[in-house]
């Protein structure tokens, strides 16, 4: 599902909503949001939804693209202050439009810039992976783009809060998606369930589920909390690799 909408503010309500779509098999993709700011947009920030940030023609931040922590991945997005192809057109992206006259519906195209046309390049990505590998699910997507197997690498090396895990990358997904399609395995890489905490009123504690996607092993060999009103405990679950439940308290 592509969302190429934002603006609610966050909702337990809807986050329940969008955890079922994912136990569902559904894999949901929304824009990141355009208004060049870290502050966290919905619906693409709420766990288990893919969030992207948008580039330009040039393969750069483009200058309305939401960034930060939640970003995961990003796509192309136009930028209408340029014309680097010399086509006397302004480089946004060939967009389906409807406009009115006279009252009268009239559906062409549009050239338009946003994160909401980034949005659709990578759930069309995601659309023809599944299309090779039907049983394609949130947590292998999640796996892929966290290993970098899927992605150009942008801007700082390995995961960055304006380009996520990179610039999406179709050839190389439709790769990955065969090799799984054949019995290839995922890459291992940590997983955390979910991957936000959000402590609302009258709530201390909540749980964390640190988990592991594919075959090769992993070793936790810490957790850290950045602040000493934050403490992290194991709970009897956790095995010797440190995968397992953990307890987070905010004192």
Do not use: C
Not at 92 to 121: C, F, K, N, Q
Not at 192 to 218: A, C, N, Q, R
């Amino acid at each position: 599902i592509n969302l190429s909408l934002g603006g609610s503010p966050f909702s337990e309500f809807t986050q329940d909503v969008y955890d079922q779509a994912r136990a569902a098999g559904v894999i949901v993709i929304a824009a990141a949001g355009n208004d060049s700011t870290s502050v966290p947009s919905y619906p693409a920030s709420y766990d288990g939804v893919v969030s992207v940030s948008a580039v330009g023609p040039a393969k750069r931040a483009a200058p309305y693209s939401n960034f930060g922590m939640f970003i995961d991945v990003a796509a192309p997005g136009g930028n209408m202050a340029f014309d680097l192809d010399g086509d006397g057109l302004p480089d946004g992206v060939l967009s389906t439009h409807v406009r009115v006259v006279d009252e009268e519906r009239l559906s062409g195209y549009r050239l338009m810039e946003g994160t909401s046309m980034a949005s659709p390049h990578m759930a069309g990505v995601t659309a023809l992976m599944k299309s090779v590998y039907d049983d394609l699910g949130y947590d292998d997507l999640d796996a892929l783009l966290a290993s970098g197997s899927i992605t150009e690498d942008l801007g700082d090396p390995g995961r960055d809060d304006v380009f996520g895990h990179g610039l999406i990358d179709a050839v190389r997904a439709l790769e990955q998606s065969a090799m799984l399609a054949g019995g290839g395995e995922l890459p291992s890489v940590l997983t955390t369930t979910p991957s936000l905490l959000i402590f609302e009123s009258g709530v201390s504690v909540l749980m964390l589920e640190v988990e592991k996607v594919g075959s090769d092993p992993l070793q936790v060999d810490a957790i850290e909390a950045s602040d000493d009103w934050v403490q992290v405990t194991p709970l009897p679950n956790v095995d010797a690799a440190g995968l397992g439940t953990y307890e987070v308290l905010v004192d």
